[in-house]
């Protein structure tokens, strides 16, 4: 059904920016809240930042102020504008819905931040 794909990672230096896109699939995506997620090996997966369908946004306290997560509902694309990145924020990428996530997940996009 439902089809995440997570794009925009990349090698960057610590201070640097990155802009990661979700594309969505299906008719549901401008109805619901949305989120970017990030898990390191070894780690649990951590909600970074959500936005709901009207554009409410959160974030954790670890990117408050850095990251920025916006939408595009016509285009069924999520988006997370990384700033000012830290070795710290190396991680894999995930979009899902940001209030319960859907069984299905993305491959995800690797971010690596080098100090």
């Known amino acids: 059904q439902g089809q995440l794909v997570e794009s925009g990672g990349g090698l960057v230096q610590a201070g640097g920016s990155l802009r990661l896109s979700c594309a969505a699939s299906?008719?549901?995506?401008?109805?619901?809240?949305m989120g970017w997620y990030r898990q390191a090996p070894g780690k649990q997966r951590t909600l970074v930042a959500t936005?709901?369908?009207?554009?409410?946004?959160t974030y954790a306290d670890s990117v408050k102020g850095r990251f920025t997560i916006s939408r595009d509902n016509a285009k069924n694309t999520l988006y997370l504008q990384m700033n000012s990145l830290k070795p710290e924020d190396t991680a894999a990428y995930y979009c899902?819905?940001?209030?319960?996530?859907?069984?299905?997940w993305g491959q995800g996009t690797q971010v690596t931040v080098s100090s």
């Open positions: 936005i709901t369908s009207g554009g409410i946004t």
């Open positions: 299906g008719n549901i995506f401008r109805f619901v809240a």
């Open positions: 899902n819905r940001g209030d319960k996530p859907w069984a299905y």
